[in-house]
């Protein structure tokens, strides 16, 4: 089983707000996607990060379609009541 986390990053006098996704394989930051509402707006940054990792993994060979990260995902939220689990089932 493999857990993302994601995070809403509020905007700096340098940058606009953002969503971070982060695991052990890596992490992305993406702009806040403002198209999108509530929970979409994280697994939006998860299926970001997704692709980015089965492209990677196509690059040494692995077809999308046998990648293990490339499946569904269920989303939950920690007690902090800030940061957004995303778990890929086993």
Known sequence: MQAIQTKY?????????RI???CWRGKILIPYPHGLSGDEVHREAV??????FVA???????????????????????????????VLPA
């Not at 990053?9 to 707000?17: C, H, M, Q, R, V």
């Not at 299926?47 to 980015?52: C, D, G, H, T």
């Not at 993994?57 to 902090?80: C, H, I, M, S, Y």
């Open 47 to 52: 299926r970001e990060l997704i692709a980015k």
């Open 20 to 22: 971070q996704a982060k």
């Open 9 to 17: 990053l509020p905007a700096t006098n340098s940058t606009g707000s």
């Open 56 to 86: 990677e993994d196509e690059k040494q060979g692995t077809p999308p379609e046998e990648n293990p990260w490339n499946r569904e995902f269920v989303t939950g939220t920690l007690a902090d009541g800030v940061t957004l689990v995303h």
